[in-house]
């Protein structure tokens, strides 16, 4: 057996793990994005469990949109401006009215549950989901340079046009997203600030920062994420709206944000963890292991067992921003 025969039982066998880890990376992306999303928000002080209410409005507005327009980006502008607004809700509620955070969020989960299928119905009359999208009002994958020509070559082919090409433009600008909340957090003025607002606002407003436009401005950029978020599920992963579409993903987001310690870097390897998991109940199902058959309903849980289970023995280590949940009342 020479070194070509090795090469092409190799590239043989890695193809399953390829496809494997190229869906772990789609289905990871709605985490990341919401998990980034929450890392914003906690960090200003601002907890915030209404990551799948958002989520979901943004998936239903953005389907929506793309359907009646036949435009997807309209669509994601439309699923960004309704997260929007649901942070918007959620920043007056806990900011200017130092409301419960916690309370506020669980409020927008069912807003956002009852509300979309309930347009939906009124809109399309499809039993509260929206048109199958085709044609533009999808985001279509895109090949990176060179993926044709290096499709056959053992090994480094497969990875390179079938793991890293081959996905739509929101999973390269979640995957961006991450060393630039990076920077943003921890190389900038503005996220000095940020996280400064989160454990010590009575310092930043004693320095002359306004408090309260810091956290607005971090509710903000926690829409506009899950906006994005909402959209990818909706436009990209699949094509168009379903009741409930989110399946517990804004959760599954912010048991990956405690996991990762409210830390960007670790955040991505731990939406990955739970991509792979989804990924895996996907695609093998009826799992025969020696002799005893697995069924499908135990991998479908899989994800969730894990995030009780991350939060059950994390959740005492990992220390919150010590002004998170807490309304700043300025003193005078």
Not at 249 to 266: C, D, E, M, Q, V
Request: charged share 15%; glycine share 10%; net charge neutral.
């Amino acid at each position: 057996m020479g070194p070509a025969d090795i090469l092409t039982i190799l590239d043989n066998g890695i193809e399953p793990l390829v496809e494997l880890l190229a869906s772990t990376i789609r289905l990871a992306t709605p985490l990341l994005l919401a998990c980034l999303a929450g890392l914003f928000s906690e960090r200003a002080g601002i907890f915030d469990i209404g990551l799948e209410g958002k989520m979901l409005a943004a998936a239903f507005f953005s389907a929506a949109v793309a359907a009646m327009t036949g435009s997807v980006w309209l669509g994601l502008l439309a699923g960004i401006a309704a997260s929007l607004v649901l942070s918007g809700i959620h920043g007056l509620a806990s900011i200017t009215f130092r409301g419960n955070q916690l309370i506020s969020g669980v409020a927008i989960n069912f807003l956002a549950a009852g509300m979309t299928v309930l347009v939906a119905q009124d809109w399309f009359k499809q039993g509260g989901r929206t048109p199958s999208l085709i044609a533009g009002g999808r985001f279509e994958a895109i090949d990176l340079p060179f993926a044709t020509e290096l499709r056959d070559v053992p090994l480094l082919g497969p990875l390179y046009s079938e793991l890293l090409s081959g996905h739509t433009i929101l999973v390269y600008l979640a995957f961006l997203a991450v060393p630039l909340s990076w920077f943003v957090l921890f190389r900038t003025r503005f996220g000095l600030r940020l996280r400064a607002v989160g454990e010590n606002p009575a310092a930043v407003d004693t320095a002359g920062i306004s408090v309260v436009r810091l956290r607005y401005a971090a509710v903000a950029i926690c829409g506009v994420l899950c906006g994005i978020a909402g959209a990818y599920l909706a436009t990209a992963l699949q094509a168009g709206f379903v009741k409930d579409m989110t399946a517990g993903r804004g959760f599954i987001a912010l048991a990956a944000l405690i996991f990762a310690k409210w830390r960007p870097w670790h955040a991505l390897w731990a939406c990955l963890l739970f991509g792979l998991l989804q990924a895996a109940a996907l695609r093998y199902q009826n799992i025969d292991v020696v002799g005893i058959l697995i069924p499908v309903q135990l991998m479908d849980a899989l994800p969730y067992v894990l995030t009780v289970v991350i939060l059950a023995g994390f959740v005492g280590r990992a220390i919150p921003p010590r002004a998170g949940g807490e309304p700043y009342v300025k003193e005078r």
